[in-house]
C-alpha cells in the first residue's frame, strides 16, 4: 500500500483513529457458544485464555439457537441436503425447505405469501430499496428512530423521504397532510424498538394510513417469536396483522437461526421477489438453515408458555434494578438498557465486568445510539436465572461504585 502515490494506509490509519478518539472502536469478543449450558459460555481473552462468562446481551431471545427440536432439524437437513443451497433462489437455489418455511411465516401473520431473503438487514434494504420503482412517485414516511437497514433501504429508493418525530403521531400527521392525496405514500416503522425498549402506536398509525391513503411497513425484528399469542410479533398481540401491509421480521432473533423475511398481500410479494437486487442476485439460506428456522417458527407458535416465561425474567431484572435505584429505560418490553452515558466508561464497565466478573455485557455507543446516551443493553432469556440474576446484582453495585455512576436513594 506504500508504495503507491496515494498513501491509503494512512486513510486507513486515520478512519481506525477516529473511531478510537471517539471511545466507539469496537471490539468484539471471541465467545465459545455451548448448546445446552445458554446463557453460560466461554469467552477467550487476549491472552488467549479461556474465561466462564454468562451472555447478557444475546440476540438469542428464547435460547432457540440451542433448542433440541431445532439442532435435530438442522442436522437431519444437512445430512438429507448437503450444506448450501447451491444458488440463487432462481437459479437451483430454491429447496422444499424454503418453500416451507415461506407458507409457515405467511401462516404466522395470517399472510397471502411471504419471501425469505439472506437477513433481516437485506429484507429491509432490499423491499423498500425497491419500492419506488414499483410506487412512481412514492413518498417514504419513516420513524426517526429506524434501523441503519430500513435506512438504508429508503436512500436507495431514491424517492421523497419524510422523517417524522419517533412514535409522535402529531408530527407524522402534520407530515402526511402536507402530501398530495393522490401521491403514493409509505409509513415505515418498527414495533420494538431495540436499543430504547419502547413500542409503536401501530393501531394509531394504521388509522393515519387508512385516514391518508398511506401503505404500512412494519420492522418486527425484536418481536416475531416473542410476543402474539403465536409470536407473530405486537401486530398479533394487538389483533393488527391485518393492517399492516408489510410485516419484516428475523430468524436471527427470537428464532435463533439466520435470514429475513416479508409476509404481505401476494401481490406485493410477488413484485418485490420479480425486482429487488437483494433478493435476485444473491444465494439463497442453506436448506439446513431453513429447516431450523421453520422448527423454530413452529415450536414458537405453539409454545406461549416461552413468551410468558421470557417476560417474567425480563420483569424480574427490571424490578431488582429498579430496587437498586439504577438509571435505567423502564419500558414495556423484554429489552434492558442500563444507561452510563459516556462512551470511554461505557466500554470500560463492559470490560471490567467481563474481565472481572464473567458478565459479558455488550457497550452500545454511538452511531448505534445517540452521543451521551451509551449504555449496556441487557437482554435476559428465560434461561437467565436467580442465581444469575444476583451475579449481575452483584457485580453492578461495585462497577457502579467504582465508575462513580449514580443511583438513586433507595430507601
Ligand atoms: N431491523 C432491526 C430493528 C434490527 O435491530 C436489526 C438487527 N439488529 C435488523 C433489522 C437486521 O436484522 P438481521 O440481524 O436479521 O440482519
Not at 399472510?111 to 423491499?127: F, H, I, M, Q, R
Amino acid at each position: 500500500m506504500e508504495t503507491k502515490a496515494v498513501n491509503y494506509r494512512a486513510a486507513f490509519e486515520a478512519a481506525v483513529e477516529t473511531v478510537r478518539e471517539e471511545g466507539r472502536y469496537r471490539i468484539f469478543r471471541d465467545i465459545r457458544r455451548k448448546a445446552g449450558a445458554f446463557p453460560r459460555a466461554t469467552w477467550f481473552k487476549d491472552d488467549k485464555s479461556e474465561q466462564n462468562i454468562t451472555v447478557w446481551c444475546s440476540n438469542d431471545y428464547l435460547g432457540m439457537g440451542q433448542n433440541p427440536c431445532v439442532v435435530e432439524a438442522v442436522k437431519s437437513a444437512v445430512d438429507a441436503a448437503g450444506t448450501g443451497s447451491g444458488g440463487t433462489r432462481n437459479i437451483s437455489g430454491t429447496t422444499r425447505y424454503h418453500v416451507q418455511l415461506e407458507a409457515e411465516l405467511a401462516d404466522l401473520h395470517d399472510k397471502d405469501a411471504a419471501l425469505v431473503l439472506t437477513s433481516g438487514y437485506v429484507a429491509n434494504e432490499a423491499t423498500l430499496g425497491v419500492m419506488s420503482k414499483i410506487l412512481p412517485g412514492l413518498v417514504i414516511l419513516s420513524d426517526e428512530m429506524n434501523h441503519a437497514s430500513m435506512i438504508s433501504g429508503i436512500q436507495r429508493a431514491r424517492c421523497e423521504k419524510v422523517i417524522f418525530k419517533h412514535n409522535d403521531l402529531a408530527d407524522l400527521e402534520a407530515k402526511l397532510k402536507k402530501i398530495p392525496a393522490d401521491q403514493p405514500k409509505l409509513i415505515a416503522f418498527e414495533s420494538v424498538y431495540s436499543m430504547d425498549a419502547d413500542i409503536a402506536p401501530i393501531e394509531q398509525i394504521c388509522d393515519l394510513a387508512d385516514k391518508y391513503g398511506a401503505l404500512t411497513y412494519i420492522d418486527e425484528v425484536h418481536a416475531v417469536g416473542m410476543y402474539g399469542p403465536h409470536g407473530g410479533g405486537v401486530a398479533e398481540e394487538r389483533g393488527l396483522m391485518d393492517r399492516i401491509d408489510i410485516i419484516q421480521g428475523t430468524l436471527a432473533k427470537a428464532y435463533g437461526m439466520v435470514g429475513g423475511y416479508i409476509a404481505a398481500d401476494s401481490v406485493i410479494i410477488d413484485a418485490v421477489r420479480s425486482t429487488a437486487s437483494g433478493f435476485i442476485f444473491t444465494t439463497s439460506i442453506p436448506p439446513s438453515t431453513a429447516a431450523g428456522a421453520l422448527r423454530s417458527v413452529k415450536v414458537l407458535k405453539q409454545t406461549p408458555e416461552k413468551r410468558e416465561q421470557h417476560q417474567e425474567r425480563a420483569n424480574e431484572l427490571k424490578s431488582r434494578l429498579r430496587a437498586g435505584g439504577y438509571n435505567f429505560i423502564d419500558g414495556d418490553t423484554h429489552i434492558v438498557p442500563l444507561m452510563v452515558g459516556d462512551p470511554v466508561k461505557c466500554q470500560a464497565i463492559s470490560d471490567t465486568l467481563i474481565n472481572d466478573y464473567g458478565i459479558y455485557a455488550q457497550a452500545i455507543n454511538y452511531p448505534t445510539v445517540p452521543r451521551g446516551t451509551e449504555r449496556l443493553r441487557f437482554t435476559p432469556s428465560p434461561f437467565h436465572d436467580d442465581i444469575m440474576m444476583d451475579e449481575l446484582m452483584s457485580a453492578l453495585e461495585t462497577v457502579w461504585a467504582e465508575y462513580g455512576l449514580k443511583r438513586e436513594k433507595v430507601a
